[in-house]
């Protein structure tokens, strides 16, 4: 009943897998779990290759090749950048002259700039008779480059992977937690966040969960012709809950930007965010309590979140920076202005993220910091306060989302849009109760 998945129009990649298989077997080449490794690394969709060996092979050049000719081995090695090493550290063994390294990183810096490639950049160099055929690189999700040798010169020869769109559905039940049990049903990182800042906005994840609460969720997923995935924007996500019932959708209304919505057209989002952490533990409540580290009472004016060292936090809604420094007992803070009288304040971090100061405008989700233990803290956690009116609030009270609708100019397409995601689920329904048989007889 977990981990169920759709795809749409990626018939194109099952064709692919098969030309490559045939390939190798065409070849006599056996495919390895090296050989397979290799592969999928290799920025062409279909070719054959071996890691250092003398056995003659045919490559994905031999076309070129008048068929006539001995055919020269070719050799295809993985080079792998290691933390701390810098892209020419890495090209040293190829004894290349330092003009030679300077104009590929010249060559690259367009796309890949050099000192800042991540550490696991992957290169794969193509020799034939200890001559450098190619150095071939990742530059993006959706493109790659390859470096080769000419009688002008190197040149970067660009090329696009095969990309197919599709839409993933995943249907799963709650256990421990709603973070948890996404991770465990395969649901991306990028999706679970999305999913939980859409809820939040009428779930409190510390109440209102219960074990085998179950969430549908649909989101993009671009796939790539060596099977890497890549997903995207969060479509819908139906909860069916003891303590909640939710079944809501993206819409984008193109001009105005796309937001969630319910069945009816409903808008499903406040404007600020109860939780602005992610799987965080509340660990001291709005209202009168024993200071742990002043040791008298007095009213707590916000909600504690208890997590991790550096776990990010994010902005409870889209405004603007108002303060972004040391703020005496609140250590490191940041204040959000989101108009209507509305401010929000998030202390103690470790350190902002990049881009935070006065004056910058931020989006609800937006990540603002980072949670840490400085000022008057006695352990590691986010203290965040609501203010309205420049008097303090418990974000746990915040109203429902207002009674916004789509305007009917948009009503046909959002109808359209909705159903669409509402068939796709059903599939997914109707497969996890015909699965469910098999498994049984399985047992
Ligand atoms: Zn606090």
Known sequence: MDNLRVYFGSLQHAELTIACVLAVSLFGCT??????????????????QHQTTDEPQLDDMAPQLPAAETVRPLTSEQWVLKSGQTFSHLLQPLALSEQELLRLAELLSPYLAPEKMPAGQTFTVKKQQQVIQSICTELSFSQYGCLQPSEQGWQL???DFTL?????VKQFRIDESLF??????????????????????????QRDIREGDEVTVVYEETQRNDGSRQSGQLQAITFAGKQHQLQLYYFDKLQGGGAFYHQDGRLAQSFLLKTPIEGARLSSKFGKRHHPVLGYTRVHKGLDFSAPVGTPIMAAGAGKVVHASKMGSFGNMVKLEHGNGYTT??????????????GTQVKQGQVI?????????QARHLHYEIHRDNKAINPLDMKRPSHIKLPDTHMARFAKVR?????????????????????????
Do not use: W
Not at 31 to 48: G, K, R
Not at 186 to 199: E, F, G, H
Not at 345 to 357: D, S, T
Not at 419 to 443: D, F, G, T, W
């Open 31 to 48: 495919p390895t779990a090296e050989n397979t490794a290799l592969m999928a690394q290799t920025p062409a969709p279909c070719s054959v």
């Open 419 to 443: 159903n669409e995601l509402n068939s796709l689920k059903k599939e997914v329904r109707i497969a996890a109760q015909q699965k469910l048989p098999e498994e049984l007889q399985a047992e």
């Open 345 to 358: 304040l998030y202390a103690h971090l470790k350190g902002f993220a990049k881009g935070i100061k006065v």
């Open 180 to 205: 948890r049990a996404a991770s465990k049903a395969d649901v991306p990182l990028a999706v679970s966040n999305q999913a939980l800042i859409v809820l939040s906005h009428f779930i409190d994840f």
């Open 369 to 377: 910091g980072y949670l840490g233990n400085t000022g008057l803290s």
């Open 157 to 159: 020869e660009l090329q």
């Open 164 to 168: 197919t769109n599709a839409q993933t």
